[in-house]
């Protein structure tokens, strides 16, 4: 089955500056990669995704990037704000068949530094 | 348009006793699906299900874990005689399942579950 690993599990960046979190992945059968942010005692959210079929993907400070041949895609937030303090997952999927359920990494913790 | 509900929020058992876990997919959802969150981990996939249909449970325990998600209501997890072990934070996500390639999962706010 498929395997993420996310790098860093903690990150520490001063406000303003930029922060990026890697993932790998496992399944070359994977074609869904969706960054969801929990913050504490609330439910992943939604905050950017990407599919096999392009290689960079942005939303206003937030960009993902894919990179099918090396199997590893990192999410980049810019002008970091307060508010991006969260966990942060990785995941991976590969639609058909029924596998559809999300392969998590173990997150990284952004804390932004005042 | 509300997001996935979750219920309860909270729900405490003691080793042996039944735990049911609820899930209202987004309106126009018709696909949920199950995680569980151990502390300081990421999210397990448990079970996918279609309206009476499950599709794929290769993450749910063989034993005591049961998922439905019949044509009227909810869906619900069903824990059974549950143990220390089951401890966590399960999550219920659905998805519009619209396109051919992977779809956006929207998660509920979780049932944190503990077993005294």
């Known amino acids: 089955g498929e395997n993420v690993e996310q790098h860093p599990s903690t990150l520490s960046v001063q406000e303003g500056d930029s922060a990026v979190i890697k993932c790998t992945y496992s399944?070359?059968?994977?074609?869904?990669f969706p960054w969801y942010k929990q913050e504490l005692g609330k439910g992943p959210q939604l905050i950017i995704d990407?599919?096999?079929?392009?290689g960079e993907k942005k939303d206003q400070r937030i960009a993902v990037t894919l990179n099918k041949t090396a199997k590893h895609f990192s999410l980049h937030i810019t002008e970091t704000q307060p508010e991006d303090s969260a966990v942060y997952f990785c995941?991976?999927?590969?639609?058909?068949?029924?596998?559809?359920?999300?392969?998590f990494g173990k997150g990284t913790h952004l804390i932004i530094q005042p | 348009n509300a997001g996935v509900m979750q219920n309860p929020r909270h729900l405490v058992r003691r080793r042996g006793q039944e735990a049911r876990l609820r899930c209202s997919p987004m309106?126009?959802?018709?696909?949920v699906y199950w995680y569980r969150q151990l502390p300081e981990e990421g999210l397990k996939f448990m079970v996918y299900?279609?309206?009476?249909?499950?599709?794929?449970e290769s993450g749910m325990p063989k034993e005591r874990f049961s998922a439905e998600f019949p044509k009227e209501g909810p869906s619900i997890l069903r824990i059974q005689q549950v143990v220390r072990g089951d401890s966590a934070a399960y999550f219920c996500?659905?998805?519009?399942?619209?396109?051919?390639?992977?779809?956006?999962?929207?998660f509920g706010p979780g049932t944190r579950l503990t077993v005294l």
């Open positions: 996500a659905s998805s519009p399942r619209t396109s051919g390639s992977g779809d956006e999962q929207f």
């Open positions: 399944d070359s059968a994977s074609n869904y």
């Open positions: 990407i599919r096999s079929n392009v």
């Open positions: 995941a991976a999927s590969s639609s058909g068949g029924g596998a559809d359920g999300l392969t």
């Open positions: 309106k126009g959802h018709s696909h």
């Open positions: 299900l279609q309206k009476e249909n499950i599709i794929d």
